[in-house]
């Protein structure tokens, strides 16, 4: 059935091709408008013509809980390029070189996981005795609201320093990308929610392809497919508003030019909305987007000359390690000669301002101290890449300044990692804010 109607999409995120994709599939004529040159916003891969291949901006890793990206990536072909763990298994190692293996056993949660930490060998028996208090953390509801942050959550319930060190950080620093003290309670549940409560939600998920053959080459497939119009080059001055401010009514762009449309998502990025409204209609409407904090992640690709070893990585099957005491957080095997590096939270350890030089001197070092056998002549050649706006910071103030996808105009939305979905800015926040808006707007159509 052709519903008849039309819908601007500005941005083409993850989240815009979210909301584009679900209004597709129920035949609106969406025509998404891009300021820059490439689809994918902050969740792109760039050609590297020396190697002569595609490589991404950073690692994206997914989990058994993001229940809106699979349905996203079934719609568009791309489901089967995901790489499911069976049980939640990680290695971690040390600066002393000693590896860790946690894993998760087949059992229902909360035994999957308390049985998991009692069997961690990074943790000592006065650890293993708090381990069982997680049981607070995961029933959840007397505890919104009583502490300031995570980081003091997880003090007052007993978790230990090496809990903190050799568990809770990693997770935080890779969901969050930011100390479990920048971290909002309300948050954090929400996210213990979803990944600890079934066995299948915890389990990592790394897709086998790169980011545009994940993400977003099928969903312009898709989208041509069902008719969609794609803009690039085409940046979005302002969204337009009747006088009352109840309707959207243009989107215009710098050459004068207006497009009028039944329907308006907005998909920009925090640090771009503003600019999107006069400063009447933004001061009217209530918004706050510029107060959110950005936190930078770094990657850094690594060459090797020959083939990288097994025994090097410890035999990490799935391809992931887990630095700890180190700047850098994760290694990832991409390949038999590429090992792509992550630095989360860069910005506190003064990482985002140093040279690539400094950092590439720095991730040496950090693999010098951790990985048996490496040597910094196995490495051909290097690549850094900084995004110092990676993603939003959830604190407890974050909540004040993120609005829900459905607006008061009622033809005009927002979708964005950063609009309100309760979860820290990640693929699955930007796909489930595109889903909202698309959900409402088939809802009001039929
Ligand atoms: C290095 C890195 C690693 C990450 N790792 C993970 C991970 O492991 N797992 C995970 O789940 N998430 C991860 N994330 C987060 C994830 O990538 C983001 O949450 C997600 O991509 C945000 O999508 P979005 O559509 O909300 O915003 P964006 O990707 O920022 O898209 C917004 C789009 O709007 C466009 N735009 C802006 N202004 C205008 C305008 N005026 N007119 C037209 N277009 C405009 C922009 O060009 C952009 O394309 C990572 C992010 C980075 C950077």
Redesign the pocket.
């Known amino acids: 059935m052709r519903s008849g109607k039309t819908v601007s999409v500005?941005?083409?995120?993850?989240?815009?091709l979210s909301a584009a994709v679900f209004l597709a599939e129920k035949n609106f004529k969406v025509t998404i408008?891009?300021?820059?040159p490439k689809?994918?916003?902050?969740?792109y891969s760039f050609f590297d013509r020396e190697r002569n291949q595609f490589f991404d901006?950073?690692?994206?890793?997914?989990a058994g809980w993001y229940k809106n990206t699979f349905e996203y990536l079934k719609i568009i072909g791309s489901y089967d390029k995901l790489n499911f763990q069976k049980q939640l298994e990680i290695n971690f190692i040390n600066a002393d070189k000693k590896v860790y293996r946690l894993k998760f056993p087949d059992l229902k949660p909360p035994l999957n996981i308390l049985t998991g930490l009692l069997k961690f060998g990074a943790l000592n028996f006065r650890d293993k005795k708090e381990v069982l208090k997680i049981r607070k953390l995961l029933n959840g509801k007397d505890l919104n609201g009583k502490f300031d942050n995570t980081g003091e959550l997880l003090l007052n319930i007993g978790q230990t320093d090496n809990l903190i060190k050799y568990f809770w950080e990693p997770f935080i620093y890779a969901v969050f990308n930011t100390v479990p003290e920048n971290v909002s309670v309300e948050i954090f549940l929400n996210v213990i929610k979803k990944g600890f409560s079934a066995n299948q939600n915890s389990v990592l998920v790394i897709p086998e392809v790169n980011l545009n053959d994940l993400l977003i080459n099928d969903a312009l497939f898709y989208l041509q497919n069902k008719n969609a119009e794609i803009n690039f080059n085409?940046?979005?001055k302002r969204i337009e508003f009747s006088e009352d401010l109840k309707t959207a009514e243009y989107v215009s762009f710098e050459d004068g030019s207006k497009i009028s449309q039944d329907y308006i998502i907005s998909?920009?990025?925090f640090f771009?909305f503003r600019?999107?409204f006069d400063e009447k209609t933004y001061e009217s409407k209530g918004f706050k987007a510029e107060h959110l904090k950005s936190s930078c992640?770094v990657?850094v690709h690594l060459f090797f000359h020959n083939k990288i070893s097994e025994s090097m990585l410890s035999d990490n099957s799935f391809g992931m390690t887990g630095l700890i005491g180190t700047d850098v957080q994760w290694l990832f095997k991409r390949s038999d000669f590429h090992l792509s590096l992550v630095i989360s939270n860069a910005d506190a350890s003064g990482i985002t301002e140093m040279s690539n030089e400094e950092i590439y001197n720095k991730c040496l070092k950090d693999l010098k101290s951790t990985l048996t056998e490496f040597d910094e002549t196995m490495i051909s050649d290097y690549k850094v890449i900084k995004?110092k706006r990676?993603?939003f910071i959830p604190d407890k103030e974050s909540s004040k300044y993120r609005p829900g996808q459905i607006t008061e105009s009622r033809n005009f939305f927002i979708a964005?990692?950063?609009t309100d979905t309760k979860l820290p800015?990640?693929?699955?926040?930007?796909i489930l804010s595109g889903r909202i808006c698309a959900d409402k707007i088939i809802e009001s159509e039929y």
């Open positions: 500005i941005g083409s995120g993850i989240a815009g408008f891009e300021s820059s689809p994918g916003g902050r969740a901006n950073g690692q994206h890793i997914l085409r940046i979005v998909a920009v990025p771009a600019k999107l992640i990657s995004e990676a993603t964005g990692d950063w800015s990640t693929i699955e926040g930007a």
